[in-house]
């Protein structure tokens, strides 16, 4: 078992370390995009992806077929129907949420044929990419990379079908709201990314609780679809992790190790007692 990293002298991680019988997991929450500029991340989490014998996240990315999955997105997400994003939405909603996309200057228009689920990420996509981020600085590509030049083994806690379909099943009414509560935050998108990442960078995870944890929340089916489901599954492999002997560095979106719902809370109430880890 690899020796502890550190947990005094230094400022909090958005990283925990839960030891099992015969092994550890470390436990990392996630910006799934950043900025060039935001590298390098803390030394703290290469020193756990080395100590670590697999690499887990939500997807297994190194194994993602992009044609199939763009081709699941489009499958799952474009409308079916002779309707249009505009009917879906209704016409005093759309009229929002177009006006909103033109302030940020969002071509809503070329969404039409999507679904409301699939045209906020596509908004969301677009806005950050506009403002420099870019997956492939993301903590989950940037770890993978390493971990395919390294020959270790990279596992995901779920299929893109599932994930995908998470938010498929959702409700029209979510789906809506997650349309406009994502072209309402892009007009100040830059800021609250960088606030984000400055919370996330130093594990603060009272700024984090209250700036989304506690936002999503206020959406009960968007917080049940997206958060409190997956953790309810993912806890279930990841005691199942705990009882090998081999060591896992397991990344999954910060949002997922947060508050009553949150994977160390859930880890407490199996019997284990995670630590939140810090950075000299």
Same mark, same amino acid.
């Given at each position: ?161 599932? $994930? ?16 406009? $509560? ?60 705990? $009882? ?33 880890m810090q950075q000299n």
């Amino acid at each position: 078992m690899a020796a502890a990293i550190s947990f005094a002298d230094g400022h909090p991680l958005p990283m925990w370390q839960v030891d099992g019988d015969t092994n550890r997991i470390y436990l990392l929450g996630s910006v799934h995009l950043l900025r060039e500029k935001d590298h390098p991340i803390p030394d703290a989490i290469y020193a756990a992806y080395e100590a670590a014998d697999l690499l887990v996240m939500e997807l297994d990315m190194d194994d993602l077929d992009p044609i199939a999955t763009q081709t699941l997105i489009n499958e799952l997400g474009m409308i079916k129907s002779d309707d249009t994003l505009s009917d879906l939405m209704g016409a005093e909603l759309y009229a929002e949420a177009e006006r909103i996309a033109e302030k940020i200057r969002i071509p809503l228009a070329m969404l039409s044929g999507t679904e409301p689920w699939l045209a906020a990420i596509n908004v969301e996509q677009l806005m950050l990419l506009r403002i420099g981020f870019n997956p492939i600085y993301g903590i989950e590509s940037h770890l993978m990379n390493k971990a395919v030049a390294d020959n270790k083994e990279i596992l995901g806690l779920e299929s893109i079908d599932q $994930q995908l379909g998470f938010l498929d099943s959702m409700s029209l009414d979510a789906q809506r709201t997650l349309l406009m $509560q994502t072209l309402r935050e892009s007009a100040d998108l830059e800021n609250t990314m960088d606030e984000l990442i400055t919370a996330w960078r130093n594990g603060d995870i009272a700024f984090l609780k209250t700036s989304m944890l506690e936002e999503m929340q206020a959406y009960p089916e968007l917080y049940d679809a997206l958060v409190v489901t997956r953790n309810r599954d993912w806890i279930e492999k990841i005691v199942e992790m705990l $009882q090998d002997d081999r060591d896992y560095l397991v990344i999954v979106g910060a949002l997922h190790l947060i508050g009553d719902d949150g994977l160390p809370t859930l880890l407490r109430e199996r019997g284990y007692d995670p630590a939140q880890m810090q950075q000299n």
